[in-house]
């Protein structure tokens, strides 16, 4: 007798699961390589649940679609988990082309902000905004990250910087969660930049982060983690220390921009705090490298605003690779740095800048992205137990993804066990 399941997916030429590593945890190394491919395979999948993964002969002969359930053929096509993006800032009111093409025809930051641009002009936007707008254009933004495969967004406040302003970003974040079918994880960084009442005294906004803005923010409910931005001219280690101390205090997982432009030595305060993830590390030291390493914190890193920067170093991904250093891979999508909403594009700039291999930067996007959340026993890899977030695209290999640059393939795409996208193959338009 077979049993009944909502939905079965069935003759994958690969069916890529990302395997949890031995034990749990971030995948590192090696591990990080090792995507888990079974050739002519299928999944089993029962509400938001996958139940099982195997050879399709295998799948077939113990589960049958339900009355109400469905069967999607996958021949030809390679089923892998729905991205996960684990760090951006989606939540934003208005783009920012004026200054973008300022910055193409040599204007320096330091002239565009003067005129008023770079994120203290987004800070401007966002609190002049009603809700209805600014839920309307973050929804469309993550109607296109759907599209590119992403199953799970994580969000960031820290375009109001002021107390009422980042508790109204934080519900906006989780009624972005209610009305669309991604998994949004919102994450407090009232730590962004420096509010412009606070320029001349830094220290005033820091106390008020750590004794008001945190506590009120994490008593709210809907942040997981708290972030903060460590580089010159923002908030320094010491500061960036004490603001997530306050986080953590308050029960919020720890995260951090560091060392984007400036080894400060934000991977060594990671390490030091425990953090889940440091991200960006553009300029991380080998003494940051080998902290993050023996703490097993994912290291995030955004080839993205590198390459939207015209930057020509990217973060040393092989050399944390080879350290141990579990990696993943994220948009950063963000009206000044990284107006990018594509996953696959990402993962082409770690395998063509970064040089990381097409399995590596598939871990990094899924399995390992989802650990930079901490939620790598919940989604990120097509296991038994695992929540059913998975796309179809139409290619014979993975290595499509990194090869196909900037393109997608996606031809559908289940998010919790529902397919949110059917057959999204070009050919409409011929005759
Ligand atoms: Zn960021």
Not at 83 to 98: C, I, M, N, Q
Not at 178 to 206: F, K, M, N, Q, S
Not at 272 to 278: K, M, T
Not at 381 to 409: C, E, F, K, N
């Amino acid at each position: 007798m077979k049993r009944q399941v909502s939905l079965l997916i069935t003759g994958a030429r690969q069916l890529v699961t990302v395997p949890p590593p031995p034990g749990g945890g971030p995948k590192c190394g090696e591990e990080m390589g090792r995507l888990g491919v079974i050739e002519e395979g299928a999944l089993a999948i029962e509400g938001a649940e996958i139940v099982a993964a195997g050879p399709s002969r295998e799948i077939r002969a113990a589960f049958a679609p339900g009355p109400e359930g469905l069967e999607i053929d996958a021949r030809d096509c390679v089923v892998l988990p729905a991205f996960v993006d684990p760090h951006t800032h989606v939540l934003f009111a208005g783009t920012r082309e004026w200054e973008f093409q300022l910055r193409l025809e040599g204007i320096s930051y330091m002239e565009i902000a003067a005129r008023g641009g770079g994120i203290r002009s987004s800070v401007r936007m966002f609190r002049e905004a009603e809700d209805a707008s600014i839920l309307a254009e973050s929804l469309e933004r993550l109607d296109r990250m759907v599209a590119y495969g992403a199953g799970t967004v994580e969000i960031k406040t820290g375009y109001a910087l002021d107390p009422e302003g980042e508790l109204r970003a934080l519900r906006l974040i989780a009624e972005l969660d209610r009305r669309h079918p991604v998994t949004v994880v919102p994450t407090y960084l009232g730590a962004h930049e420096i509010p412009d009442e606070y320029r001349g005294d830094v220290e005033a906004y820091v106390r008020l982060l750590t004794e008001r803005m945190i506590p009120e923010a994490a008593a709210l409910g809907v942040a997981r983690c708290c972030d903060v931005f460590c580089e010159q001219g923002v908030f320094s280690v010491e500061q960036s220390r004490r603001i997530l101390k306050a986080g953590q205090r308050a029960g919020l997982a720890a995260k951090l921009h560091a060392d984007e432009i400036e080894p400060l030595g934000g991977a060594e305060l990671a390490a030091e705090l425990g953090a889940v993830s440091a991200d960006h590390l553009g300029r991380v030291s080998p003494k940051g490298i080998a902290a993050m390493a023996a703490a097993r914190v994912v290291a995030v890193l955004l080839p993205g605003t590198l390459f939207s920067l015209g930057r020509r170093e990217y973060a040393p991904a092989r050399a944390m690779i080879a350290a141990g250093v579990p990696v993943a891979l994220a948009t950063d999508c963000n009206p000044g740095s990284s107006m990018t909403d594509a996953m696959p594009w990402i993962i082409a700039l770690g395998c063509l800048a970064m040089q990381m291999t097409p399995g590596e930067a598939i871990t990094a996007a899924t399995y390992n992205a989802a650990a930079a959340l901490a939620l790598e026993a919940r989604c990120g890899s097509l296991t038994p137990g695992y929540r059913a977030d998975l796309q179809i695209i139409a290619a014979p290999s993975y290595a499509r993804l990194p090869y196909h640059v900037g393109s997608s393939d996606l031809r559908d795409l289940v998010l919790g066990g529902v397919p949110w996208i059917r057959d999204a193959r070009p050919g409409a338009l011929r005759l």
